[in-house]
Nanobody, 124 residues
Framework: DVQLVESGGGSAEAGGSLRLSCVAS????????MVWYRQVPGKEREGVAS????????KYADSVKGRFIISQDNAKNTLYLQMDSLKPEDTAVYYCAASSDCYSGYWPPRADYWGQGTQVTVSS
């Protein structure tokens, strides 16, 4: 199975920035998309952003539009999430995932492979 490993989490002040990375252990088929999710204890996991492997098209949750940018380096099997203008409500565990469900139209898409998660904490 594909292994996904996130890094780059940590603490930031409101208005600050963090960049998350996610490295895949092997090639992920171009029919997949890559997705960042986040979860706060006691709440459902929510989709943050997705990017199609094939053409790089992106989708964002309304809560992060204009502040977060998802990108990928297919040669390095690496996914990124640039998070700017951070808010305390962005505090969560962030997970990267690979999904074969991105063409279904559902949001967030059902993930096939998950990373272990990385904590992001934003202080006011």
């Amino acid at each position: 199975d594909v292994q996904l490993v996130e890094s780059g989490g940590g603490s930031a002040e409101a208005g600050g920035s963090l960049r998350l990375s996610c490295v895949a252990s092997e090639y992920i088929h171009s029919s997949f998309c890559m997705v960042w999710y986040r979860q706060v204890p006691g709440k459902e996991r929510e989709g943050v952003a997705s990017i199609m492997r094939r053409d790089g098209s992106t989708k964002y949750a309304d809560s992060v539009k204009g502040r977060f940018i998802i990108s990928q380096d297919n040669a390095k099997n690496t996914l990124y999430l640039q998070m700017d203008s951070l808010k305390p409500e962005d505090t969560a565990v962030y997970y990267c995932a690979a999904s074969s469900d991105c063409y279904s139209g559902y949001w967030p898409p059902r993930a096939d492979y998950w990373g272990q998660g990385t904590q992001v904490t934003v202080s006011s």
